[in-house]
């Protein structure tokens, strides 16, 4: 019979084994996010942002009622009022990210947008009571020194299409706070993702009005888009399934790299000395502070 050293070689053997395959998923799905925001750049000067978001949407509902069909009680929540409300707030976060991308380069936005783990923080020290640590303080404070490079607010005022990425980082926010009572009254984690999806399927029908087909020149890049936001969606929850969540957390930030790449591949956008030691600084930041986050737990 193994003894528990034994039994603790080999867990951690087993965890190494699975962690190469968990970063290439997690890397898979941000470049799947990023090239989804690609898209959604393209064709936000012909559809509007609200109908762009309820396509992504569709697709999400379509994938997800054979599921519903096979587990109706991922339907059944202790918190129905919190879900919904998350659902909204995912909504408005989509949104409000689509409509950014059409006034700024596709890193710039990004960037911005990853300002919601600093906000994460400070509500969970504020609201939930949690311990943030010098390190994570440190990180934070950095994270916000990157943010302030990349949006440069100037003397006069601050530029207001800033407030769409930022606008999109607080929904974001507030959403992942939400998680965690919905979670202490025993929702699962598919409860959370039904009623997130059908809230905020709802809520851009009703805010976008009549269903609007895409043109059929117009056709092929959304349906890229919405395949590559749903792409993006199984790569993280298969990179969940093996292995811990908080592993996944820093190389979110990879974002912000394949949207650098991508900008410039596709749009020719170049972005400045400045900005891009801001993205990078934002990127460093932020992966250590998530990383620091899951040492700190017990």
């Known amino acids: 019979m193994a003894d528990s050293t034994e039994i603790q070689h080999a867990t951690i053997v087993k965890r190494h084994g699975r962690r190469l395959p968990q970063i290439v998923l997690a890397l898979l799905a941000m ?3 990023a090239l989804s925001d690609v898209f959604a750049k393209m064709l936000v000067g012909d559809i509007s942002a609200f109908q762009l978001a309820r396509y992504r949407y569709l697709g999400a509902v379509l994938v997800l009622i054979p599921f ?8 059944r929540s202790r918190a129905p009022g919190l879900q919904i409300m998350r659902g909204l707030l995912m909504f408005g976060a989509t949104a409000m990210l689509i409509s950014a991308l059409a006034l700024m380069p596709v890193a710039e936005a990004t960037t911005l947008v990853f300002v919601s783990p600093i906000i994460v923080t400070l509500l969970s020290a504020t609201l939930l009571g949690e311990r943030i640590g010098m390190l994570r303080t440190a990180c934070l404070l950095g994270s916000l020194g990157g943010v302030a490079m990349v949006a440069r607010p100037d003397l006069i005022g601050p530029d207001p299409s800033m407030l769409l990425p930022f606008g999109s980082a607080l929904c974001w926010a ?4 939400l998680t965690r009572p919905t979670q202490a009254r025993g929702d699962r984690f598919d409860t959370t993702l039904v009623y997130a999806t059908l809230s905020g399927f709802a809520a851009v029908c009703i805010v976008a009005g009549r269903f609007e087909p895409p043109e ?12 590559c936001w749903l792409a993006g969606h199984a790569a993280v929850l298969a990179a969940y399934r093996l292995g811990r969540i908080a592993d996944v957390a820093p190389i979110s930030y990879s974002q912000i790299v394949w949207a650098v790449i991508l900008g410039l591949a596709f749009f020719s956008e170049v972005l400045d000395a400045l900005t891009l030691l801001g993205c990078g600084i934002v990127i460093v930041c932020g992966a250590i502070a998530s990383r620091q986050s899951d040492v700190a737990r017990p």
């Open 31 to 33: 470049l799947s996010f």
């Open 216 to 227: 059929a020149v117009l056709l092929p890049a959304t349906l890229a888009m919405v395949a």
């Open 68 to 75: 519903i069909m096979i587990r109706p009680a991922s339907l």
């Open 174 to 177: 507030i959403a992942a706070i």
